[in-house]
């Protein structure tokens, strides 16, 4: 969904039908982590106080004097006072109980090459790289930017920046050169680590290319790059030459393998990381997130919405790359001192079973994954799954709405009908999850997230900001009315645009009451009577592709690269597999003719500046964009027209016949 008029498109609010709810199974509750329902009261009337509950699941260095300091609002402080260390809370404080139990167990593409690191392990590899780190010349404070896949180098650097204060803003391996580069310029990163390669489909990437252009294209001097290899040997392609600031990691383990490091006992208020998240204009925008406030809230959730306890075997097969992988792959689930799952290549490789097989012989007990994997395994068919004994308690969804059939064969098929189902609502400022239900107490049902998180209390408001009477049914904006831990400090340098992108809206930005402050979350939603929300999708313009988040603007300035583009827009148009997928409209300059080579070199711009992932499923070129008489660019049009809808109101078009000719073109009539 974009442009302004909100009202108008969510009034498509009731396209699904009221949905039957599912029990949790007897068996399920009777082990719950949370079972009592006077949680959510507790929270309400002991707000914010009761969050202390979440910071108490761990070991402090001191004591906090205050749960939240609403002072300066929006800029909230959690814990204030306190100080601790996350990779002392992830690692060093399970020492006695669990060193020999695994922390993660890694497979790699192939079936037989697999890796248990206990905590034992984390903690002698986090202890060797944080010295590492130091060797090279990281201080406290300094942004470390990591463009690591998934290979448990990646949560060991993790954990090593965060051991010594150092925080990381890892930017997920898919994205491209001109992507990082952004990143290490906005982050002011004098080192960044990678890798030389990894696996895709079997396939060895060379990915140290991507951090060889990156860094011609960045602004910054980044004087050091850690380069983790794959295998004993550099991948093939990859060199490195006496001028590059490339030192192999292995290098530095060689001389700090005994090496330990105390952990930095950090302000409860100190930044553990940045996450660059896809916003309303151009430039991806630095999420902060701090270290008390945040681990506190990660941790919890973790514990209650996804029940993970220290003996179940968990995976969630997101990237680490994405704020799903930081919260509840790495800092949540280790800080409870679970074991976790994690897998190199895809999910199809070498065959359609691939999860299943690994399910089964990890013997998993919790799985959680994304809307857009259910219907690609539903799409594959039930036959993939039916050769494989695994029997999970606890699922997840997570980053999109699931659609009821999406929902029910995942609950059927990969559920067995006995696992309980969370659909958890959240976004990347967040921190966790504030819109899902506590899967013991609240019946399960299809396509909604369910209730407010306990002490999180969302509204929905119209486009004046006047909130809709609750649980009534009627669709509007998403908003959060009071702070809560999880969520971001402010983006990274920009104390502005924090204000701008999520409280100016709906707020009086005047006031020093927080209770005048409200958070926009993006998101259209409807409360529906039974007080569950059912999440709608983005009302702003940014999309949705397979769970990651693009912004229309980063795509248009992609394909505006194009020298042949004169003007272009871009609209999702909705994908039965990724939820939804890029169109591109394009107007070319004077004299240019459409051609499959201009064609392709729109596709490559966006791959190049953004990722792969990003790429467009169609450029449709044409005459003219649908604009207003001030000239801006009806994207809802073109979002209508890519989805074959009613075209609506184009009454304020300066020219009504342009998107009626646009969509016959499309249409081809
Ligand atoms: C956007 C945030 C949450 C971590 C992964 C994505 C959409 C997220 C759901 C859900 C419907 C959802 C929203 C949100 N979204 N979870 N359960 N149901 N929509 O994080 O990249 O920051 O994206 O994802 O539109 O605003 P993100």
């Not at 990143?183 to 990915?207: E, K, Q």
Request: glycine share 8%; proline share 5%.
């Amino acid at each position: 969904m974009s442009d302004e008029n909100i009202t108008e498109d969510v009034a498509l609010e009731s396209r699904l039908t009221e949905q039957e709810y599912f029990r949790p199974p007897t068996d399920f509750v009777g082990q719950a982590n949370v079972s009592d329902p006077g949680i959510y009261d507790r929270f309400d009337e002991n707000y914010p106080e009761a969050f202390e509950e979440y910071a108490e699941l761990f070991d402090w260095d001191e004591h906090w004097d205050e749960v939240l300091d609403d002072s300066n609002p929006p800029f909230y402080e959690w814990f204030t006072g306190g100080k601790l260390n996350a990779s002392y809370n992830c690692i060093d404080r399970h020492l006695d109980e669990r060193p020999n139990q695994a922390a993660f167990i890694w497979e790699g593409t192939d079936t037989d090459e697999r890796e248990t690191i206990t905590y034992r392990d984390l903690y002698n590899r986090v202890n060797a790289v944080a010295a590492s780190l130091r060797d090279v010349g990281v201080q406290e404070d300094d942004v470390v930017t990591c463009h690591l896949p998934m290979l448990p180098a990646l949560p060991v650097t993790m954990l090593s920046c965060a051991r010594i204060g150092a925080p990381h803003s890892e930017v997920f391996a898919g994205f491209s050169a001109q992507a990082l580069a952004d990143r290490i310029d906005d982050a002011g990163s004098d080192v960044v680590v990678t890798c030389d390669g990894y696996y895709r489909r079997g396939d060895f990437l060379n990915h140290k290319e991507k951090c060889d252009e990156a860094l011609e294209l960045a602004d910054s001097d980044v004087e050091t790059v850690l380069l983790w290899t794959r295998h004993d040997e550099l991948h093939p392609e990859v060199e490195i030459s006496d001028d590059d600031p490339y030192v192999l990691v292995d290098d530095l383990l060689a001389e700090n393998d005994r090496a330990r490091v105390d952990p930095v006992s950090r302000d409860a208020e100190d930044p553990l990381f940045l996450m660059y998240t896809s916003g309303t204009t151009g430039k991806p925008k630095g999420c902060q997130h701090r270290t008390g406030g945040y681990l506190s809230y990660v941790t919890a959730t973790a514990k209650y919405v996804l029940d993970i306890k220290p003996e179940d075997t968990y995976w969630c097969a997101a990237d680490i790359g994405w704020i799903t992988g930081h919260s509840y792959i790495v800092y949540g689930p280790l800080a409870l001192g679970t074991t976790s799952v994690m897998y190199e290549d895809t999910p199809d490789h070498p065959h359609k079973g691939r999860i299943w097989d690994m399910a089964e012989r990890y013997d998993v007990d919790i799985f959680h994954t994304s809307p857009t994997a259910v219907r690609m395994f539903m799409k594959w068919g039930a036959e993939y799954v039916e050769d494989y004994d695994f029997d999970f308690r606890h699922m997840t969804t997570v980053g999109e709405p699931i659609q009821p059939e999406a929902w029910l064969w995942y609950y059927k098929y990969i559920g067995g009908e006995d696992a309980v189902i969370v659909d958890t609502w959240w976004q990347t400022e967040t921190g966790g999850h504030l819109i899902t239900n506590l899967p013991a107490l609240e019946d399960m049902k299809p396509g909604s997230a369910g209730k407010a998180c306990p002490g999180i209390q969302p509204a929905i408001v119209d486009d004046n900001g006047d909130a809709l009477e609750e649980a009534t049914g009627r669709a509007g904006n998403l908003v959060i009315q009071r702070p809560w831990p999880g969520m971001l400090q402010t983006v990274y340098g920009d104390d502005e645009r924090f204000i701008d992108e999520y409280w100016r809206e709906f707020s009086d930005v005047d006031s020093d009451d927080a209770e005048d402050w409200v958070y926009k979350a993006g998101d259209g939603a409807v409360h529906e009577r039974d007080g569950y929300f059912r999440i709608l999708g983005r009302l702003d313009d940014v999309m949705n592709v397979a769970g990651h988040r693009l912004g229309t603007m980063e795509l248009e300035s992609a394909v505006a690269e194009v020298e042949a583009v004169a003007e272009a827009a871009v609209a999702a148009r909705e994908d039965a597999e990724k939820g939804e997928v890029p169109d591109v409209y394009a107007v070319l300059r004077e004299g240019i003719e459409e051609s499959q080579a201009v064609y392709d070199d729109i596709v490559a711009a966006v791959e190049d500046e953004i990722g792969k992932f990003a790429r467009p499923a169609n450029v449709v070129f044409v005459d003219d964009l649908p604009k207003t008489r001030s000239g801006k660019i009806m994207r809802r049009l073109l979002e209508n027209i890519s989805n074959d809808d009613e075209l609506g109101d184009t009454t304020t078009l300066r020219d009504p016949s342009v998107p009626e000719d646009i969509r016959d073109q499309v249409r081809g009539d």
